[in-house]
């Protein structure tokens, strides 16, 4: 089942002579309980892509569907981002002045639920990821990928089961990293839908499909079965 | 020669025969490095010869038992101790694929290096299923992780040819 659908998006930044265009028709299913990465050097397209999943941006043609919902028919985005898609990115994602469960809360305490149910949830998720523990830590009483981990849990709170994450790796070591990478696994293996911008092949590679962006273009993708040189 | 130095090293942990030693040498390694009984055994007579190790007793099913020597400790002890150089590395079949295919000026390299790095990508994801997998500990994981690096390490190299290539272009 498809989660997150984009037909033949295009993002056009400025007009004219100076107009960049970051995305060329690009086409991508995310199912759900599916890892899907996206790789590229700076500058392919790779943020903007997962800006556009998320609902953070319009594109300037082709269309984006959450579940059943086509994006350019709400008004609400920021809503629907809150109900339904969690984000991780490298790094300013907790809020320093509040505990670990705190920051997992405030996600759902915004959308209006009683403080001691956001409390019950955030205890809920940070138990799937194994990070009970760190409930009453503040985020600099944590380790880099300790935080990350919170984030996840943060973006995965609730009902929203769309995770988009861009190089939430970022400055961990290779081990640290692989644990997040573990946990995203597991989220994905547990029904959620993800999205994972990544540069590093090693990351990628837990994806259950890799797709190149190059120039705002996807080149390849690792499900299309490929005939090996004799 | 690591076949030999890995049968020595099992060795210093007791005696054993053939058959587990190929059992133990493929469970550390992962699988990575698969040995057939053939081979455990002609390693084993050539460590006789040299006298690394000497044959035992052979048990109810006719296996020989393998004990390693103080010569053989020694040897262990020696190879742990002197760090690998990689000078006589086989030459990398891609590498020369895309140096040819840059000096052919009518191959389509940027499309010889898009195919390698799906291929690439798929066999990083082998690796990492693998891994996820992986039961048997830590010598099994560090295996893998070996290989996952060096998978890795060429996607980068695929990476910056593409970047240099667009460059010249």
């Not at chain 1, 019950?120 to 300790?146: C, H, N, T, W």
């Not at chain 1, 769309?162 to 190089?167: C, G, P, S, T, V």
Request: aromatic share 4%; with cysteine; proline share 3%.
């Amino acid at each position: 089942m498809t989660f997150v659908r984009l037909a033949e998006v295009a993002r056009v930044h400025g007009e004219g002579a100076t107009a960049v265009h970051a995305l060329k028709g690009v086409s991508l299913e995310v199912d759900v309980g599916e890892l899907v990465a996206v790789m590229g050097p700076s500058g392919s397209g790779k943020s903007t892509l997962l800006n556009l999943a998320g609902g953070l941006d319009r594109p300037t043609s082709g269309t984006v569907h959450i579940g059943e919902q086509d994006l350019a028919t709400m008004r609400d985005l920021a809503a629907l981002r809150r109900r339904s898609v969690g984000f991780v990115f490298q790094d300013l994602n907790l809020i320093t002045s509040l505990t670990a469960a705190e920051n997992v809360m405030l996600p759902r305490e915004l959308d209006g639920l009683r403080s001691s149910l956001a409390r019950k949830e955030a205890m809920a998720v940070l138990a799937e990821i194994d990070a009970e523990y760190l409930a009453d830590r503040f985020p600099d009483e944590l380790s880099g990928g300790q935080r990350q981990r919170v984030a996840i849990a943060r973006a995965l709170v609730g009902e929203r089961r769309l995770l988009l994450a861009d190089e939430p790796t970022g400055a961990l070591d290779t081990r640290t990293g692989d644990e997040i990478l573990q946990t995203l696994r597991a989220r994905s293996d547990a029904g959620a839908a993800v999205l994972l911008v990544t540069h590093e092949p090693r990351y990628a590679a837990w994806a259950d499909r890799v797709v190149f962006l190059r120039d705002g273009m996807i080149t390849d993708t690792t499900d299309t079965s490929l005939v090996s040189a004799p | 020669m690591p076949v030999r130095h890995g049968l020595l090293t099992l060795l210093s942990r007791g005696p054993r025969h053939g058959y587990q030693l190929r059992v133990e040498f493929e469970a550390s390694t992962g699988a990575t490095w698969p040995l057939n009984i053939g081979q455990v055994y002609t390693t084993l007579s050539r460590l006789e010869r040299d006298g690394l190790v000497k044959p035992g007793e052979s048990d109810e099913q006719g296996r020989v038992v393998y004990t390693i020597t103080a010569a053989g400790r020694e040897e262990m002890v020696r190879w742990f101790s002197t760090p690998v150089i990689h000078s006589d590395r086989p030459r990398d079949e891609l590498v020369i694929k895309l140096a040819m295919a840059v000096a052919a000026k009518k191959v389509d390299v940027a499309e010889v290096i898009h195919k390698q790095r799906t291929a690439t990508m798929r066999a990083l994801q082998q690796l990492t299923r693998a891994k996820r997998a992986a039961t048997e500990g830590a010598a099994q994981r560090l295996v893998l992780d070996s290989m996952i690096f060096q998978a890795e390490a060429e996607q980068r190299w695929l990476d910056h040819c593409e970047a240099v290539l667009k460059e010249e272009r």
